[in-house]
């Protein structure tokens, strides 16, 4: 058996606590139609660190009928990140989709077959289940646990790649210091969530534990960031909205082809050099519409084609 442990009771109920009220604050402030989603994603995130400190405290142990009852909803994470994506996109036509919910639904058949356990057996099971044994039913469950930190990773995973990727796109619209705490927490989140998930395949409780601990402080200091820079979700979202409007023009060409191709037109032919450069002519030397070249040269470089015409020889050396 595993003894209490108060540092993961107060780390960990802390957290899960501050996510709590932190949705709550959430539900007061947020415009109607990201207030559901934000709520859902924060709240979750509490329920989250309040069953990690209820497993690793060892009040597991001595309410063994409770250990389960939260998994089923800790299935929501996944989903809530993407919809909440959406929300800062700008989509107001975004639903969600029956499909998000089936791993939801399909988690509660384990949950029914964990009422079947006595209490001295549901101990036994989460001993058997921190400890890595995957005997069958114990691989089943430790799937089970392990099932929303996989959701957690795929879902973040299929953001930063979908629609030719304009999530990296985002990141790399946003002002510097946005962008810097964003790669260093997204870096910090893909970390937490391996470790925690090697730490159940293995059953090495270092790793998810300390895995549990990184969650409770990235929310504190998440919720710390956003005070300290109070618009820093308009510029995300800025971001994702202008991402998702620049890929919808290039989405039909290759950009790092374009890209060459301008390279070569601006510097080996010298279209630097002609004082009549318009975009029409450049954009048809490149086989590609005046609106995407537009689009490209805003995205990639940064500047509007107008700027880069008045400043030709900074843009040949930015090329």
């Known amino acids: 058996m595993f003894d209490f442990s108060i540092f993961d009771f107060s780390v960990l109920g802390f957290g899960g606590l501050f996510c ?30 309040l069953w990690e400190c209820f497993t690793l405290s060892g009040l597991a142990f001595q309410f063994p009928e409770f250990y389960a009852i939260p998994i089923p909803f800790l299935y929501l994470i996944g989903p809530s990140i993407l919809h909440y994506y959406e929300r800062l996109s700008g989509a107001d036509t975004w639903k969600w989709n029956f499909f998000h919910f089936i791993p939801a639904l399909l988690s509660l058949f384990p949950l029914l077959y964990w009422f079947s356990f006595s209490g001295e057996l549901k101990g036994s099971a989460i001993v058997s289940i921190l400890s890595g044994n995957w005997s069958f039913p114990i691989s089943f469950f430790i799937a089970w646990v392990i099932g929303p930190k996989v959701s957690i990773l795929i879902y973040s995973i299929l953001i930063s790649s979908r629609r030719s990727g304009e999530g990296a796109l985002a990141v790399q619209l946003l002002p510097d210091n946005i962008r810097f705490f964003s790669l260093i927490l997204l870096g910090y989140i893909f970390v937490m969530i391996f470790s925690d998930i090697i730490g159940y395949v293995v059953g090495l409780k270092l790793l998810y534990r300390y895995s549990a601990w990184s969650h409770s402080i990235a929310a504190i200091l998440v919720y710390l960031y956003s005070k300290h820079n109070p618009q820093s979700m308009l510029e995300i979202s800025g971001a994702i909205q202008t991402a998702r409007y620049s890929q919808s023009k290039l989405v039909s060409i290759d950009s790092l082809e374009a890209i060459q191709k ?50 030709r020889i900074q843009f040949k050396i930015c090329l």
């Open 20 to 49: 709590l009220v932190w949705a709550v604050g959430l539900s007061l402030q947020l415009p109607a139609k990201t207030k559901l989603v934000g709520v859902l994603f924060v709240g979750t995130s509490g329920l989250r660190l």
């Open 262 to 311: 301008l390279n070569d037109l601006m510097s080996k032919e010298s279209y630097y050099a002609d004082e009549d450069l318009r975009l029409s002519t450049l954009a048809q030397a490149m086989k590609i519409t005046p609106h995407q070249l537009s689009e490209l040269v805003n995205v990639h470089f940064k500047m509007s084609f107008i700027h880069s015409v008045c400043c």
